[in-house]
Antibody, heavy 120, light 109 residues
Framework: EVKLVESGGGLVQPGGSLRLSCATS????????MSWVRQPPGKALEWLGF??????????EYSASVKGRFTISRDNSQSILYLQMNTLRAEDSATYYC???????????WGQGTTLTVSS | QIVLTQSPAIMSASLGERVTMTCTAS???????LHWYQQKPGSSPKLWIY???NLASGVPARFSGSGSGTSYSLTISSMEAEDAATYYC??????????FGAGTKLELK
């Protein structure tokens, strides 16, 4: 059974940093692209970035809204995906989801989400 | 980047009613890379329809998807109570950014 479990959310002051984790199981982690998607309260989904699979060198791509502030990485030995977030702003407050990408770039499995609140 | 515009933003339907919602792309999208998700309050999104017209595992046959180019739609042949949710379209076109539509909230009348 494929499982994705996010953790690490919480309350952070503006300008602060936080790292989210996404523990995965039930599939060969290195075979898949993995993405982070967020959703502010009551708003739509926003793709943040992805990290490619082993065959594509584990390289990363980001949305313009987080490029330079957020970094996606993966620990392939433990099948964990990370999202390092720096210089956080109030508008980064959201539920953050990790998602596995299928071959046609759909998100076929999602975690339950972890919530970040950026506030003083 | 490709902008996906979903309409209507909110709609309501009665049990048994036929429902259609649309997703319009600002530029042409390959139908292989246009997908739909269902999300209910307090839950993660679920893949619902992939590559325009393919139902994800467990999705009832009353759902269907169609479209090409810049115009896509999701249809429910006969509304059931469990179908009340927000539906998002999503595209990937050759390169990032990946984008989502703003969603269509479907309510039971």
């Amino acid at each position: 059974e494929v499982k994705l479990v996010e953790s690490g959310g919480g309350l952070v002051q503006p300008g602060g940093s936080l790292r989210l984790s996404c523990a995965t199981s039930g599939f060969t982690f290195t075979d898949y692209y993995m993405s982070w998607v967020r959703q502010p309260p009551g708003k739509a989904l926003e793709w943040l970035g992805f990290i490619r699979n082993k065959a594509n060198g584990y390289t990363t791509e980001y949305s313009a809204s987080v490029k330079g502030r957020f970094t996606i990485s993966r620990d392939n030995s433990q099948s964990i995906l990370y999202l390092q977030m720096n210089t956080l702003r109030a508008e980064d407050s959201a539920t953050y989801y990790c998602a596995r990408e299928g071959v046609l770039r759909f998100f076929d499995y999602w975690g339950q989400g972890t919530t970040l609140t950026v506030s003083s | 980047q490709i902008v996906l515009t979903q309409s209507p933003a909110i709609m309501s339907a009665s049990l048994g009613e036929r429902v259609t919602m649309t997703c319009t792309a600002s530029s042409s999208v390959s139908s292989s890379y246009l997908h739909w998700y269902q999300q209910k309050p307090g839950s993660s999104p679920k893949l619902w329809i992939y590559s325009t017209s393919n139902l994800a595992s467990g999705v009832p046959a009353r759902f269907s998807g169609s479209g090409s180019g810049t115009s896509y739609s999701l249809t429910i042949s006969s509304m059931e109570a469990e179908d009340a949710a927000t539906y998002y379209c999503h595209q990937y076109h050759r390169s990032p950014p990946i984008t989502f539509g703003a969603g269509t909230k479907l309510e039971l009348k």
